[in-house]
């Protein structure tokens, strides 16, 4: 009985670091065709459109009112320490340095990341890559490095956008609805926010970029059979991203500050 649990661990153990190294392999063969020439202009165009512009209302929906939240509680908490007016400071350094590219990177993964794991899936089962396989044509390259160079570029505009969208929704309730005074909502956040600050969360768009196509495809790259299994990987694709991004976000801030 001993050895038969034993041959069990040791074989989730092996199967484990089997589905680690497969993991990894895909990621560096991504990495590579992404950054080796040929570059297929016009599906990075494709995918810019769907990954960045699509998610345009939902991520100025999202910044709007994450910045009218954090400035009506920032406002409230502030004021029993007589330091209402770092209230643009705080509001501008919590969505620059945090929840900027985190929700930005939620955000895409629930919207976009969702649909290329489950239109990979759909072509793994409809065995599209396979044919791609058997043309003599890499589909990691012909799937995965498009839409990998697409989030590189539209990821880090999003959280620019949901940043600059997050502070003018922090403005609206902290100087228009509770009348704090708008030179200094702006001056205190002229003088606290840094470059480094805007500088960190770049990198963090970035590093959640790869991420969210990486799992996202990975996932839909090696789905199994049948419409089940494309569904199946499409939650895992989205819970194991949403997961790997506040895990990277805790390593980033703690490697960058």
């Known amino acids: ?10 074989g989730r153990a092996l199967g484990a670091m089997r589905s680690l190294g497969r993991i990894g392999i895909f990621l560096a063969a991504a990495v590579w065709n992404t950054v080796v020439p040929p570059y297929r202009g016009r599906d990075i165009l494709k995918q810019v ?12 929906l999202t910044a709007a009112f994450t910045g009218m939240v954090l400035s009506l509680q920032g406002f409230y908490t502030l004021r029993k320490f007589g330091s209402e007016g770092l209230l643009g400071a705080a509001v501008a350094l919590s969505l620059v340095r945090e929840l900027g590219p985190v929700l930005t990177a939620l955000m895409v993964t629930g919207r976009a990341g969702s649909a290329l794991a489950a239109e990979i899936g759909i072509m793994r089962i409809g065995e599209q890559i396979d044919s791609l396989e058997t043309m003599g ?32 929704g922090g403005y609206l309730v902290g100087v228009k609805l509770l009348g704090l005074d ?13 470059l480094s600050d ?21 996932k839909g ?37």
């Open 137 to 168: 044509i890499d589909p990691v390259r012909f799937l995965v490095a498009p839409r990998m160079v697409a989030a590189l570029v539209s990821i880090p505009l999003l959280t620019a956008i949901f940043d600059v969208v997050g502070i003018y």
């Open 221 to 257: 790259f090696y789905t199994e059979r049948g419409a089940e299994g494309v569904s199946r990987a499409t939650t895992s694709a989205v819970v194991i991203s949403s997961v790997l991004v506040l895990i990277g976000d805790y390593v980033l801030t703690s490697v960058l500050l």
């Open 1 to 10: 009985m001993l050895f038969r649990v034993a041959e069990g661990v040791g």
């Open 182 to 194: 708008a030179g200094r909502f702006f001056g205190h956040m002229k003088t606290s926010v840094e």
């Open 198 to 218: 805007v500088v960190n969360g770049v990198w963090k768009s970035l590093a959640f970029s790869l991420i969210i196509v990486w799992m996202c495809t990975f």
């Open 49 to 60: 459109h769907f990954i960045g512009v699509k998610s345009l209302f939902v991520i100025v």
